[in-house]
């Protein structure tokens, strides 16, 4: 049997405006107070989401709050500024982050297939909310040479999963060829 609920004007449009506010709410990281690392992040209507990082850590997602000993980085941006905001400063926030996943894991070569996926997903956003100003030839260029770090770490950690991050190398490079018309 079907229940009918009754809401009023004013119940209508607070429940639309929460969840506008939801779909709208920034991603923020979530940071451990020991250690200072990354554990996962949050937003408001997903709750927190533990990392790699922070499942090791003991962490786990929750559907509303933060763990305890964590605190959410602050973003001293509006929203609209954050999405609004594209500049080189991007490429080297992805070369801090690539260095950080791989001075956590200094020893876990699976660590760096991980990582080159982040840093591609990263860099295609970058470059969906560009304006405009770089040419595919250089953001190729670009991603190249981010991508192309982690096959070194690989080699350099003498890596047996060297063919699977040449592989994901190769791969993602291809995409963006694709994407963008490239040979």
Do not use: W
């Not at 119940?11 to 779909?23: A, C, S, Y």
């Not at 040419?135 to 047996?160: H, K, R």
């Amino acid at each position: 049997m079907r229940k009918v609920v009754r809401i009023t004007e004013s119940d209508l449009v607070r429940i639309v405006k929460r969840v506008i506010k939801e779909n709208n709410a920034p991603e923020r990281n979530v940071i451990d107070f020991e250690t200072g690392k990354m554990v996962g992040t949050h937003q408001y209507g997903v709750g927190f989401v533990a990392n790699k990082i922070g499942e090791r850590m003991g962490y786990e997602s929750h559907p509303t709050s933060i763990p305890d000993g964590t605190k959410m980085e602050r973003n001293e941006l509006a929203p609209t500024e954050m999405r609004n905001r594209r500049d080189k400063d991007d490429f080297a926030q992805l070369r801090n982050r690539r260095n950080d996943l791989n001075e956590e894991d200094e020893n876990d070569c699976e660590s760096l297939v991980e990582g080159m996926r982040y840093v591609f997903n990263e860099f295609m956003g970058y470059v969906k909310n560009s304006d405009g100003e770089e040419s595919p030839e250089e953001l190729y260029d670009d991603l190249e040479s981010e991508l192309s770090g982690f096959l070194s770490q690989g080699e350099e950690m003498d890596c047996d999963n060297i063919e699977h991050l040449e592989e994901k190398y190769e791969k993602y490079l291809e995409r963006f060829r694709k994407l963008f018309g490239l040979r």
